[in-house]
């Protein structure tokens, strides 16, 4: 350990400072227990504090053998000054769905991260992989042997793969959720391993598989196919409960206002008044809903989870062609199958995500996500010539406002031929 | 119960008995042989099955969960159908761990929750236990372990009406185009805007997020407040290193706005070599090239630094999802603790909580009393970078004579 | 009706190995243009199957998966380790 070198970082000895957890003290305490890579990190960044600049440089390597994702090529532009972190790649590695671990499984990919990498993670990246940070290259298949070998598990999905899907915690632990988001998010992992490792797209694809729409993964502003949970049936009411909540006995959205005085609570002002399509009232004592009006914004439900709850005959609503802004600016996902019931073997979902992607792939440009692609060639076509079916109000906010659909010629009587020589009978020249 | 049976011929099925054995460090080396990367190779195992590594009690109320309430500020009580009842505990990490951390974590699993974990998607940790005596155990554990420095290793908090953890990117870290750097942006935001993370005090949640550069890998264009990594000016190109170290013809194509141009240019020395010009003004700053072409660097201490955007969700609650909004074009890189990015946020927080109703979110808020309003109460200058002039533009454009008299106006008359 | 595949693997080493000499990674939509009748997942089935022949290899441009020929372009050495 004598020769371990550690940098000066007076201005990240700042980020010691405060509440906040430290991720420079994490660090520090890493390098201490002898670590050399930890130092060097610290002290690269300590430079680029100094220099506004970063000190990394992008390397082209991709994945493992026959891998076409799963990792992220790193070099230093400082090496001679940071020699332990001179390569520092990362790799992917597939969380289980909604991020449950336990200790046996922390440990022990601790002892393994320790020995083939720099002990360095993310827990997790912004698609949901955990992310290892830092190795060199030699040491990206041991690493993948270790992990297929020692723990069964796998990398992740980068470049124009499938990316690693995610869900939110859905049955585990939420009473909202009208989706088993895990079992789908596993299911459609393991279907689309093929997609997951080696590219087989003009650019990146995403699920996403919220249990409600409170969207607790953010499903309608990353995901290509956003699935999300919802009800046909109606709003499960406690009368009992509602008057609970009225007399101030349970705290109105479970207590999630409890550290600012909003005086008693007001179910008219709160709830009726706040519902987006004004479709509940009291009649006496009992609280009544159109469900028929209702748009299953949640709100209701929110604010009193021990009163309501969504209905029993569930699945999802989907969405497609989230991205984000470049190029052609950032884009929500846009509704395109109202309902469709979610259950194991869940091949209607898949029946759809092949027709869905047979398009994209014959027609989407180089780097042209599944959003552009719909604007692009629109989305009537998507909806009515790709996918087969019918187009619905509720596909668009409001109709379009101008005159110029592109009218196809079998959509006229009598086709765009036509007699001049008829014409010009009718009509002198 | 979750049904499983159809799954147990896969490989990450059951892992438990796999991970029972001690980590072999020299099982690769003895196996893996590089010039036959396929002899023994395992692939497309996928990730392990989820339902393993839940604690007891949710493995047996998975569907079954009736209501939940929040005890304070990070402190969730769930009750079953079957009458069984779960405390949740959600503490903050800065998602950048080592395996100290990690190992920690473990020991405090198995201190108090069956060895259970699982963090969240916004990056914080959370603990389950059944019984309220090991819950307020736990508590007092977590309030009591901090840092050497003094920070909290695991702060208690991010659950209902407050801040919840930011979402965030590399940075300087570990990336090759950020614009700014991320975790230290989200330590100093996070420090000064602690009292709202173990709160319950604003009108609703209140969302941040924060990315490095335009890729935005944090996808924060639909948050309450979103912090973006901006760059200003467009990369250099090395004349004397480009045909060395890279393919012109496919730092050209990396271009998303087509600026890059080949180009046959003289060096000092008067050797003719071929090279790329880049059209400044198509330039919008992606570092896409630099990333195929190590010789046109991006980065720089005056160009670069921070934009804030606001007013953005994503939930559908009461009203539809909607991107954020650019209100500060462009902030300098102050460092180490980025001064006014965190002035700038308490200004807009303040007057959000002072101004919203309950349930508004802060885009509902600015929406209700107009974005006019929005900048006066924030105390906020209105600048030409806030008008659209990219794609889309004209969404934004204001066609109606209904606006609302503001220091803005007053100034004209 | 179906390609056969071994022959598109040589139609797609063929083409890739001409178009290297001008760039030398490209698209999986580039590749294609190797054999117009086949189908998208044809093409990728068989240049994925050829990168684990180790006669075709992958590169990252950060977002995107490309292909290259190996021994053409900047090898990872050139770029981002010696240089100079
Ligand atoms: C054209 C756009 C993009 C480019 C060029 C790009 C490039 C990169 C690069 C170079 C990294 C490596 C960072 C590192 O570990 O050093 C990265 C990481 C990552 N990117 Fe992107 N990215 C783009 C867009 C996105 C988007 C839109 C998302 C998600 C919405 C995303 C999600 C991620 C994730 C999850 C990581 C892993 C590390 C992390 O979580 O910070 N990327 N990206
Ligand atoms: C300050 C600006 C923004 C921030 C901080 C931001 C942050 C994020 C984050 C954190 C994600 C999730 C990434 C993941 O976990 O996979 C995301 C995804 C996404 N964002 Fe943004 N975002 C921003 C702006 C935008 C804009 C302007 C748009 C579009 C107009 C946009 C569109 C998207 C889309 C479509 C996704 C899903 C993309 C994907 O999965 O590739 N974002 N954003
Ligand atoms: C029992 C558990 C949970 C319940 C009942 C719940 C409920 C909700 C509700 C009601 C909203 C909408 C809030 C609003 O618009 O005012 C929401 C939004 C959100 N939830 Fe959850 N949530 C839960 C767990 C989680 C977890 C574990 C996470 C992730 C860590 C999470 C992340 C989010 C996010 C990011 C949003 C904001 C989306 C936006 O920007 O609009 N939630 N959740
Ligand atoms: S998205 Fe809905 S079901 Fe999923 S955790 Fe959030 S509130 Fe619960
Ligand atoms: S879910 Fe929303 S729309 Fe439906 S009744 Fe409740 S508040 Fe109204
Ligand atoms: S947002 Fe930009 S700088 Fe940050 S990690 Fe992603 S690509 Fe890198
Ligand atoms: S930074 Fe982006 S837009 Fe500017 S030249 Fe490079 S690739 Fe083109």
Redesign the interface.
Known sequence: MADLKKHDTPLLNELKKGPFPSFVDDLETRANSGVQCCYDLLGQLELSYNHKETHWKHGGIVGVFGYGGGVIGRYSDAPKEFPSIAHFHTLRVNQPASKFYNSRFLRKLCDMWDHRGSGICNFHGSTGDMILIGTSTDQLEPTFYDLSHQFDMDLGGSGSNLRTPSCCMGKARCEFSCLDTQAITYDLTMTYQDELHRPAFPYKFKFKTSGCPNDCVAAIARACTSIIGTWRDNIRIDQKAVQAYIGGELKPNAGAFSDRDWGAFDIQKEVIDLCPTRCMWMDGNELKIDDRECTRCMHCINVMPSALRPGVDCGATILNGAKAPILEGAQMSTLIIPFMKMEYPYQEFKDYVELMWDWWMEEGKNRERLGELIQRQGLAHYIIDILGREPIPQHVREPRSNPYPFWKEEEVPGGWTRSLEDFRKRHAA | M??TS??KD???YN??E????????E???R??N?DK??AG???????????Q???EV?KKN??K?????????GV?K?TSETGDVMW?VRC????????????E???I??KFCE???????R?S?EWHVTDEGTLKELIEFLNNLK?????????IGG???GITNI?H?Q????????AT?A??MV??V???M?EY?N????PA?LRISMACC??????V??SDIALLGIHRKPPFVEDD?IT????V??AI??C??AAIKPATVELADGKKVKSVRVKNERC?F?G?C???C?AMPL???EG?GVAILAGGK??????R?S?SKLIVPYIP?E???FDSVCKIVRQIVEAYEKGAN??ERLGDWATRVGWERFFEQCNLPFTDKSIDD???AYDTYHTTTQFKWSSHTDKMM | MAVDKEELKEKIVEFATKKSKFKSKMYIKDLYKADPDAKPREVKNAANELVREGRLEFFSSGSTTMYGVPGFGKSEAQQFEGEE
């Open positions: 979750i049904d159809m799954y896969d490989p990450g892992i438990q796999l991970l029972d054995k001690p980590y072999d460090p099982l690769a080396d196996e893996y590089p990367p396929m190779r395992l692939t497309d195992q996928g990730p392990p099955h989820f339902e590594f839940f604690p949710i998975y569907g969960w009736l209501t939940h309430e929040f005890l304070q500020s969730i769930y949740v903050a990490t800065p998602r950048l761990v080592t395996t100290n951390l990690l190992r974590i473990a020991d699993a198995d060895g259970c974990c699982r963090w969240t998607t990056n940790l840092h050497p420095g003094g920070s909290y290793k695991f702060p659950t209902g009406a979402v990117t940075g300087w870290i570990h990336c090759h185009t950020p750097d975790s230290g330590k100093s996070m420090d000064d602690f993370w709160s319950h005090k604003l949640k335009l890729n935005m890998c944090g996808a264009h639909c290193r060395g170290v890279c393919e013809p496919l194509a990396a998303p706005t919008m992606c896409n630099y990333t195929m190590p980065a720089d201490e670069d994503i939930s559908n609650r009461i009203t999802p991107f890189n460092l180490p603790r309950k349930y990219y794609r889309l």
